[in-house]
């Protein structure tokens, strides 16, 4: 009875040691909670949250993460892609896309942080190239959560290099803030 066990245990399908190592090293990405550190400002009762997403992230999210292999390849034909997701949060909690805030109509302040605010973003490479934003998302949330959010695209960025986020804030007028992502990006 025993040797029956093993001889059945023993004659199973093998694993393919690749795929293994790649499954093991997507589950401790996600042990980790998938983000870098968060890069925090606090000016003028606004909290400004930088917080950089790895790109194997959103692949896994879009392709269900069954095909471990395929989603490896994806990553690698967009390796020098980064994205970013900012927050901005009143203090006490108000919609911060109001008049008192922008200087301008709720439905122009909508259209601004949709469609323009795109150029009001770049980063810095550690190797010292200028990188302008090539698209923004922005994540309508209808006045369900008291901050908002955007998700950042940036393209050409050394899959090595750490990053410097440059927001020139145009929308509520604080200046340029600068959030320092000093991890080095994960290396799959």
Not at 1 to 17: A, H, I, N, R, Y
Not at 133 to 157: D, I, M, Q, S, Y
Request: hydrophobic content about 35%; charged content about 25%.
């Amino acid at each position: 009875m025993l040797v029956t066990l093993f001889v059945v245990g023993c004659t199973g399908k093998k694993k393919d040691p690749k795929a293994e190592a790649l499954q093991y090293k997507y589950f401790n990405l996600q042990q980790v909670g998938w983000k870098s550190k968060t890069v925090a400002h606090f000016f003028n009762d606004i909290n400004y949250r930088a917080t950089e997403v790895p790109i194997q992230y959103y692949i896994l999210k879009a392709h269900d993460g069954q095909d471990l292999e395929r989603v490896d390849s994806i990553y690698k034909s967009m390796q020098n892609e980064r994205i970013v997701e900012i927050e901005f949060q009143h203090i006490d909690e108000k919609d911060l896309l109001q008049v008192e805030f922008t200087k301008q109509s709720y439905e122009e302040a909508v259209k601004y942080i949709s469609f323009q605010i795109a150029k009001d973003f770049g980063v810095v490479t550690s190797s010292g190239d200028t990188v302008g934003c090539a698209g923004v998302t922005f994540e309508r949330n209808f006045k369900v959560a008291p901050f908002k959010r955007l998700l950042l695209h940036f393209g050409n960025v050394p899959p090595e290099d750490t990053i410097q986020l440059i927001y020139q804030d145009y929308l509520f007028g604080n200046g340029t803030l600068k959030f320092n992502f000093q991890d080095q990006p994960i290396e799959l």
